[in-house]
């Protein structure tokens, strides 16, 4: 789910191409890096921006894309233009579980056998897969947010994957750690929030931070939406913001979006955003109590205002979600209060 956050849609166009952001091609983002956009089959992301180091004994990747037809050409074309196929792919790097990112890594790592690592973060949810319980555990949270008719259209909508596209990892990232790419090093940072096992990779001699979701330039990533859910996602997520903001500034290469040349800049924003919508949700609650959807009914969805009821069921469900992160923010931090009856939790705003 993207919100709005006063970004102009001209910044779509990427500074490496020219051209709208999810354009095809390699693009050159630094020396020996390139920017590798794979389509999507979803209207609000066109793309995913896979990056490619170059390094004498082939390519690293910073992320997979989704393992569909059009996402594998691209790709594929994509490194045909660098005189390299999928076999010079060596290692990837993904940034989190979710299927844009993971699941295209799973198959050719399978493939051409190269090695895929993953935030140890992501385990559970991973196995929540493999055991066909992921889908089940959200449905649930969806009605814990009070969003039961959602909760019983996800629950039916379930899908069966190729297991391909999700095989465990070679490698399990644990805390922040160097790793190799080519004949540079790269800082693994842990940045949970987005997801548990979130990672960003920062390239601290090129100036450059491969961010994935964390750090998104003209929108922002759903919270509190995965099969193993941690305590407090948006906690995870400012706290981890917080975390990027303190390493040096770099060169900003997101999951989606244009490259953009501070990552601070854009952290300051996200930090900003996030505290505006915790003050809508505290609106919100003075007229009573209320649960999870009731508020995110009273707010505004995407860059352009969307009223809830106008999103389609997935992007209700992701809404409502976020919403309850925000709300148990808020009781984290003593501004109001929470009670579950009849398995939905019940939110009430606290005297000041």
Not at 128 to 155: C, K, P, V, Y
Request: charged share 20%.
């Amino acid at each position: 789910m993207t919100q709005p956050n006063g970004q102009s849609t001209a910044v779509a166009v990427s500074p490496d191409s020219g051209e709208h952001w999810s354009a095809p091609g390699a693009w050159r983002v630094a020396e020996g890096v390139y920017r590798i956009p794979l389509p999507l089959p979803m209207d609000g992301l066109k793309a995913v921006n896979v990056y490619a180091i170059e390094g004498e004994d082939g390519y690293t990747l910073i992320d997979g894309g989704w393992a569909i037809t059009e996402g594998r050409a691209a790709l594929e074309q994509g490194l045909k233009q660098l005189d390299a196929g999928f076999g010079d792919i060596k290692r990837f790097y993904v940034t989190h579980i979710h299927r844009d990112h993971y699941t295209l890594a799973s198959v050719l790592g399978g493939e051409v056998g190269a090695q895929v690592a993953l935030g140890e973060g992501e385990r559970a949810s991973l196995d929540m897969i493999h055991h066909r319980t992921g889908d089940n555990t959200i449905a649930r949270s969806l009605a814990q947010a009070g969003a039961t008719a959602i909760a019983e259209q996800w629950s039916s909508s379930g899908q069966s994957d190729d297991p391909t596209f999700w095989r465990l990892p070679d490698v399990w990232l644990e805390g922040d750690v160097r790793v190799p790419a080519g004949e540079r090093t790269l800082d693994a940072v842990h940045t949970p929030g987005h997801t548990r096992g979130h990672y960003v990779f920062a390239d601290a001699d090129a100036g450059l931070l491969f961010a994935g979701d964390h750090v998104l330039p003209t929108i922002t990533p759903s919270i509190g939406f995965e099969s193993s859910m941690a305590v407090s996602p948006l906690g995870d997520f400012m706290a981890s913001l917080t975390k990027v903001r303190g390493l040096p500034d770099r060169t900003l290469l997101p999951a989606h979006g244009p490259v953009s040349p501070s990552t601070h800049a854009r952290v300051d924003q996200l930090l900003a955003h996030h505290e505006e919508r915790l003050d809508l949700c505290v609106a919100a609650l003075r007229g009573g109590e209320a649960t999870s959807v009731d508020i995110a009914g009273q707010l505004p969805w995407t860059r352009h205002e969307h009223a809830f009821s106008t999103l389609d069921f997935f992007n209700q469900g992701l809404a409502a979600m976020e919403t309850k992160a925000h709300l148990e923010l808020l009781v984290a931090r003593g501004q109001v209060s929470r009670e579950e009856r009849d398995g939905i939790v019940h939110f009430e705003l606290l005297p000041a």
